[in-house]
C-alpha cells in the first residue's frame, strides 16, 4: 500500500486576518480577571456576535430589549452569551460548578463556531481556534491537539491528553468520569468514548469510571469505547467495534462486543504484547 502523509499547503489569500483573530482571543484568553467566568462569558458573546450579528454588535444590550426587534433574533443574541443558556451537563448532579463554569464558555464558543458559516469545513482556522481552546478547557492538553469540528464533551475539565491527538468529525468524548488520551492517539469519525454508565435497574444510579487510550491507539469509525475501558499501547479498535472490556497493547479488536482479531505486525514479544501497559498520561 502506498504511504500517504498529510501534505502542507501554502497560506490562503487571508492567512494574516485569520492570524490577528487567533490572537486576539488568546490576548484576551490571557487577561487575569477577578471573575474568569464572566470575561470568558464576555469573550465568548463578543466573538459569537462578530461572526454571526455584526450589526448589533455596537448595541448589543440595547439590541436584546428592544420590542421593535423580533423575539427570535432577539433570544438568538441574548443566546451568544453562554450565562443565558444551559449544557447537558450542568443538570447532572456530579457536575463540579467551581471547574465547569469556568470552562463552560469556552464550550459554547467551540459548539457555537463549529456552527457558523465561517467555521464549516475550514480545517485550518477551526483546528488553530479549537486547540486555542483546549489549552484551557482541559485538565491538560500536549501539543500539536487537532480537533475536527462538531467534536463533543461532558464537562471537558476532565481531559487529558498527550501529545499529537487528533480527534475526528462528530465524536462524543464523555469525560464525566475522565479520560486519559496518551500521544499520538487518533479517534475517527462519529466515534464515542464513554467514561459513565447507567445501572440497568434505574438510570439515576451513575457509576464514573476513568477511561483509558494510551499511547499510538486508534479508535475507528462509528466505534464505541465504554466507561473504565483501558486500550493498550498501539491497540486498535475497528470501525462500528464496541470495546466492552480492555484492549491489549497492539491487538485489533472487532466486532460487538470487540475481540482480539488479530496482532499488529511491528509488535514487540508475545509476553510483552499480553501484558498491560503502565503508562499514564500525567496529570
Known amino acids: 500500500m502506498p504511504f500517504l502523509p498529510l501534505r502542507q499547503l501554502p497560506p490562503t489569500s487571508n492567512a494574516r486576518v485569520a492570524d490577528a483573530w487567533l490572537e486576539r482571543i488568546a490576548d484576551r484568553l490571557a487577561k487575569p480577571g477577578a471573575d474568569v467566568a464572566a470575561d470568558r462569558a464576555l469573550l465568548c458573546r463578543d466573538t459569537l456576535l462578530e461572526l454571526s450579528y455584526p450589526q448589533y454588535a455596537a448595541n448589543y444590550e440595547t439590541a436584546v430589549a428592544d420590542g421593535a426587534i423580533p423575539l427570535g433574533t432577539r433570544l438568538a443574541l441574548s443566546a451568544l452569551d453562554p450565562r443565558n443558556i444551559t449544557l447537558e451537563p450542568e443538570f447532572y448532579a456530579d457536575c463540579d460548578d467551581a471547574r465547569f463554569q469556568p470552562v463552560k464558555p469556552l464550550l459554547w464558543l467551540w459548539y ?78 462519529y466515534a464515542n468514548i464513554y467514561s459513565h454508565t447507567h445501572s440497568i435497574v434505574d438510570q439515576r444510579d451513575v457509576t464514573n469510571a476513568l477511561t483509558i487510550l494510551e499511547d499510538g491507539v486508534r479508535v475507528t469509525y462509528h466505534a464505541t469505547v465504554l466507561a473504565g475501558v483501558h486500550v493498550g499501547e498501539q491497540g486498535m479498535v475497528g470501525a462500528n467495534a464496541v470495546a466492552t472490556k480492555d484492549v491489549r497493547p497492539y491487538h485489533v479488536y472487532v466486532g460487538i462486543p470487540a475481540k482480539s482479531v488479530r496482532v499488529k505486525p511491528n509488535a514487540p514479544e508475545p509476553a510483552t504484547v499480553l501484558r498491560t501497559s503502565e503508562h499514564r498520561v500525567p496529570k
Request: aromatic content about 8%; proline content about 1%.
Open 112 to 189: 457555537s463556531f463549529d456552527r457558523t458559516p465561517l467555521a464549516g469545513q475550514n480545517v485550518d482556522l477551526g483546528v488553530k481556534l479549537r486547540r486555542l481552546l483546549a489549552r484551557r478547557i482541559f485538565r491538560s492538553c500536549g501539543e500539536n491537539f487537532k480537533a475536527f469540528q462538531h467534536v463533543e464533551f461532558s464537562f471537558g475539565y476532565n481531559m487529558d491528553v498527550g501529545d499529537n491527538v487528533v480527534i475526528h468529525r462528530h465524536v462524543l468524548l464523555d469525560d464525566r468520569g475522565g479520560i486519559q488520551l496518551g500521544n499520538n492517539v487518533s479517534v475517527s469519525d
